[in-house]
T-cell receptor, first 110, second 114 residues
């Protein structure tokens, strides 16, 4: 079983739509969770950390469900510039290894 | 630019040749990671340094791969006797000591083995 699993998509949504991605992880001892954004042929860039209490940054909301071992990312009022691949990242319980999902592809359509 | 830098950005080599990549992390970051990413996949962990010590290595890192960080600053990743399956993007990331786990990535080195 993979450490981190994501639906690869693609998700094609119209501008202004709300879209949600989920990611499941297998190691219940994982401590840190992140969403990264990766544009085509570019490096991943940190979008947001995911905290136990959930956190929001503008149009983006991340949540963690430890009991079910998944994290989610909600994007409201989608913009064309949100088109990218969204990578779910979970650390190994030792803290020094990180596992990336395969990424979920989002295309926002005019 | 005070971000993570990698050199070269692109490398084309023939099968069987050796290649070496360099990563310069953010200057105050003491933790450095190497990842490999192939098309349609997320980055896969290769190895991790804290200062000059290589603390973790993935099973993906065969004996043809070696990484160093001799002075705890820049790092090199060498691949000996390259194979076509080594073609990928090699990403370096660094992290500070503030207690968070956020990593900052360099632009990557794209390797093509012909």
């Amino acid at each position: 079983r993979k450490e981190v699993e994501q639906d690869p998509g693609p998700f094609n949504v119209p501008e202004g739509a709300t879209v949600a991605f989920n990611c499941t992880y297998s190691n219940s001892a994982s401590q840190s969770f992140f969403w990264y954004r990766q544009d085509c042929r570019k490096e991943p860039k940190l979008l947001m950390s995911v905290y136990s209490s959930g956190n929001e940054d503008g149009r983006f909301t991340a949540q963690l469900n430890r009991a079910s071992q998944y994290i989610s990312l909600l994007i409201r009022d989608s913009k064309l510039s949100d088109s990218a691949t969204y990578l779910c990242v979970v650390n190994k319980n030792t803290g020094n290894q990180f596992y990336f999902g395969t990424g979920t592809s989002l295309t926002v359509i005019p | 630019d005070t971000g993570v830098s990698q050199d070269p950005r692109h490398k084309i080599t023939k099968r069987g040749q050796n290649v070496t990549f360099r990563c310069d992390p953010i200057s105050e970051h003491n933790r450095l990671y190497w990842y490999r990413q192939t098309l349609g996949q997320g980055p896969e962990f290769l190895t991790y340094f804290q200062n000059e010590a290589q603390l973790e290595k993935s099973r993906l890192l065969s004996d043809r791969f070696s990484a160093e960080r001799p002075k705890g600053s820049f790092s090199t990743l060498e691949i000996q006797r390259t194979e076509q399956g080594d073609s990928a993007m090699y990403l370096c990331a660094s992290r500070g000591t503030s207690g968070t786990y956020e990593q900052y990535f360099g632009p990557g080195t794209r390797l093509t083995v012909t």
